[in-house]
């Protein structure tokens, strides 16, 4: 029961931090930002050259990893999703060219793989199994940022002009919201959390120029089966992807428990075609009436 319960909350801690980014950018500007995968990577490989090669402390790369990808999404905003919004199908396929481009930047860079991150604090030991002390620590982190989001998204001006945009821009810009600051904002703020995440996880795996791709398909699956909602709806959806993987992973494999979470999303989209925030929009609504 120990075993399922950390491999259910490792699996959540990685599919809500690779998924967080993507999903705020979709919910907020109507972009699905495939590039996502390759911020991550950024970060992975910022903290990996400065860490690995340099010896700079490595909280100090994480949060220089978070400043690159931020610097990295206001480039791509620029160049490229400025004219995606509210596109999701177009920006599908663009941002998925970037990712490839960038794939291949990142494989040209690496090699064979970018200098080791040593994983800190070792392991801890219960009965007869030992667990990573630093994915404790990443579990801790993937609550912790879910929390820090909520009290941005409703306890600040930001977070009251995001949610504003994200239900209506049409109706924020007349209200004097200024929407193109928005997405702006929104973008850096995802791109920093993908820096984040692809740093908190170099440690943990191999950087290469197809590291990005590791946590794509859980972040797409998550976005889509969430909903427009970023943080109700990531919350809910990584719960349950993680449920489902990390059970069928234990007793059958990661292959089997990775084909039973895209089975589960298909059927979660099948159900309910506006995801986990529209559930949950409905329910308030009837709960209103009553």
């Known amino acids: 029961m120990l075993q399922m319960i950390y491999n259910f909350l490792e699996s959540f801690a990685y599919i809500s931090l690779a998924a967080i980014g993507m999903s705020i950018v979709y919910g907020i500007t109507g972009i ?3 590039a996502q995968g390759e911020f991550m990577l950024i970060g992975a490989l910022v903290v990996s050259y400065l860490c690995g090669v340099a010896g700079i402390p490595f909280i100090i790369g994480i949060v220089l990893a978070m400043a690159v990808t931020a610097i990295a999404g206001i480039i ?28 291949q930047v990142g494989t040209i860079l690496t ?3 970018a200098p080791a991150v040593q994983s800190p604090f070792g392991t801890l030991v219960v009965g007869n199994r030992s667990y990573s002390v630093y994915k404790i620590l990443l579990i801790a982190i993937s ?72 946590f794509l398909t859980h972040a797409f699956v998550a976005m889509i089966i969430g909903g427009s909602n970023p943080l109700v709806g990531t919350l809910m959806a990584a719960g349950l992807l993680a449920v489902v993987e990390s059970f069928l992973s234990l007793y059958f494999g990661a292959f089997i428990g990775r084909i039973g979470m895209l089975l589960v999303a298909i059927v979660i989209i099948r159900l309910i075609p506006g995801g986990f925030s529209g ?10 009436k009553r």
């Open 32 to 34: 699905t930002n495939m």
């Open 76 to 103: 791509l905003d620029r160049l490229v999703l400025v004219r995606l919004y509210n596109r999701p199908g177009d920006s599908l396929v663009c941002t998925y060219g970037v990712s490839i481009a960038l794939m």
């Open 111 to 113: 090699g064979v793989g």
């Open 143 to 214: 609550f912790i940022l879910f929390g820090l989001l909520y009290v941005v998204f409703n306890k600040s001006r930001f977070g009251l002009h995001a949610r504003a945009t994200m239900e209506k821009r049409e109706i924020a810009a007349s209200l004097g919201i200024n929407v193109s600051k928005m997405n702006i904002l929104v973008i850096v703020l995802a791109s920093a959390l993908g820096g984040l995440g692809g740093a908190l996880y170099a440690p943990t795996m191999s950087v290469t120029g197809t590291y990005g791709s590791n």
């Open 279 to 288: 559930l949950v929009e409905r329910m308030m609504v009837r709960l209103r």
